[in-house]
């Protein structure tokens, strides 16, 4: 059995997401919480996980440390958070959102939205999304300048 890195070398290329694991060919079984974490928010989001992609989905578990998550922003593929530890708040559509575990937010494609990490701990969450574009979007302002922090939950000044 080859191991996750070398799943994730070999799916270069192949994912619309830069680091996921390919699913079929073969490929059947994921543990994702051994799979390599990659960027599900490059430049709005904390987020990060291991993400397997088929031919039409992909899911991702995914760690958002507390008091952090994503600044406002969109993509155009439709997706589902199930929570598994923790709580998430924020806003879909405009419409306040708080999920505890066990609950799951739908984020209709192309909908504006905000998931924050509530600050008592660190978020896990499966995310299903349909393959029309990969788990990364935009930042409804235009910019890619970095996540959203509660204060006092930014990186380290140095």
Same mark, same amino acid.
């Given at each position: 059995?080859?191991?996750?890195?070398?799943?994730?070398?070999?799916?270069?290329?192949?994912?619309?997401?830069?680091?996921?694991?390919? #699913? *079929?060919?073969?490929?059947?079984?994921?543990? %994702?919480?051994? @799979?390599?974490?990659?960027?599900? /928010? =490059? !430049?709005?989001?904390?987020?990060? #996980? *291991?993400?397997?992609?088929?031919?039409?989905? %992909?899911?991702? @578990?995914?760690?958002?440390?507390? /008091? =952090? !998550?994503?600044?406002?922003?969109?993509?155009?593929?439709?997706?589902?958070?199930?929570?598994?530890?923790?709580?998430?708040?924020?806003?879909?559509?405009?419409?306040?959102?708080?999920?505890?575990a066990g609950t799951m937010?739908?984020?209709?494609?192309?909908?504006?939205?905000?998931?924050?990490?509530?600050?008592?701990?660190?978020?896990?969450?499966?995310?299903?999304?349909?393959?029309?574009?990969?788990?990364?979007?935009?930042?409804?302002?235009?910019?890619?300048?970095?996540?959203?922090?509660?204060?006092?939950?930014?990186?380290?000044?140095?």
């Amino acid at each position: 059995m080859q191991t996750t890195k070398q799943m994730q070398a070999e799916d270069q290329g192949t994912t619309k997401t830069k680091g996921a694991v390919k #699913g *079929g060919n073969g490929k059947y079984h994921f543990e %994702l919480a051994k @799979l390599e974490k990659v960027d599900a /928010g =490059t !430049g709005y989001s904390t987020s990060r #996980g *291991g993400v397997v992609e088929g031919e039409r989905m %992909l899911v991702g @578990l995914i760690d958002k440390p507390r /008091g =952090t !998550g994503s600044r406002m922003h969109s993509h155009p593929n439709e997706q589902f958070n199930y929570v598994v530890k923790g709580t998430l708040t924020g806003s879909v559509n405009g419409v306040p959102v708080r999920a505890p575990a066990g609950t799951m937010v739908y984020i209709p494609a192309n909908a504006p939205h905000t998931l924050v990490a509530t600050q008592e701990e660190d978020v896990i969450f499966l995310a299903i999304k349909d393959l029309s574009h990969g788990i990364i979007g935009m930042a409804v302002d235009g910019t890619m300048a970095g996540p959203h922090y509660e204060p006092g939950f930014g990186p380290a000044k140095s």
